[in-house]
């Protein structure tokens, strides 16, 4: 059974930069061919793709945000990190982790986090 | 980059046959992938590979991909299947997800 849940800060302040931590459980790293994703919904809006990270270590961000995103895996751990740098209060949002299936080189996600609310306010 | 359009709603009436749409530039050249989201929770995966359900997926919902345009059909709709839905591809080397349609049914 694969399980992922998104942990960190609730709130952070503008300027400020957030880091949100993915534990899974139920598949690993070690396989090849599987990613794991970061997917962000601002309050009443439309889900957003940030960064995926794949058993490889390769990685794929978000053009409009790739230099404020930075994704690392823990292998060992079973963990995924996101950094988002210089936080706005229009970054405030549903922060979800998400397995990744890829398959002839186009990725989805199969299995999601809870998702985490973070607030960017002063 | 690449975009995906969404008409903003949708209505059906139970029972009835709902379409949603999904378009972009040869989408019918890549794989469409569509989630459910109803309030409060996560997406969940509901269509793959143009296609596909996944496990546990009732089979009123189905998919389809041709020219500039994804469908996703729900057949004998219920009233629990109103939710947001997303369709989704890889373009450009990037996860593209939709604007999302609201599905009513009423």
């Given amino acids: 059974q694969i399980t992922l849940k998104e942990s960190g800060p609730t709130v952070v302040k503008p300027t400020q930069a957030l880091t949100l931590t993915c534990t899974f459980s139920g598949f690993s790293f070690r396989t090849s061919g599987l990613g794991v994703g970061w997917i962000r919904q601002p309050p009443g809006k439309a889900l957003e793709w940030l960064a995926v990270i794949y058993w490889d270590d390769d990685k794929r961000y978000r053009p409009s945000l790739n230099n404020r995103l930075t994704i690392t895996k823990d292998t060992s751990n079973n963990q995924v990190a996101l950094t988002m740098t210089n936080m706005d209060p229009v970054d405030t949002a549903t922060y979800y982790c998400a397995h990744a299936t890829n398959y002839d080189a186009e990725i989805y996600f199969d299995y999601w986090g809870q998702g985490t609310l973070v607030t960017v306010s002063s | ?106």
């Fill in chain 2, 1 to 106: 980059s690449y975009e995906l359009t969404q008409s903003p709603s949708v209505s059906v009436s139970p029972g009835q046959t709902a379409s949603i749409t999904c378009s972009g530039d040869n989408l019918g050249d890549k794989y469409a992938f569509w989630y459910q989201q109803k309030p409060g929770q996560s997406p969940v995966l509901v269509i793959y590979q143009d296609n596909k359900r996944p496990s546990g997926i009732p089979e009123r919902f189905s998919g389809s991909n041709s020219g500039n345009t994804a469908t996703l059909t729900i057949s004998g709709t219920q009233a629990l299947d109103e939710a947001d839905y997303y369709c989704q591809a890889w373009g450009s080397r990037t996860v593209v997800f939709g604007g999302g349609t609201k599905l009513t049914v009423l």
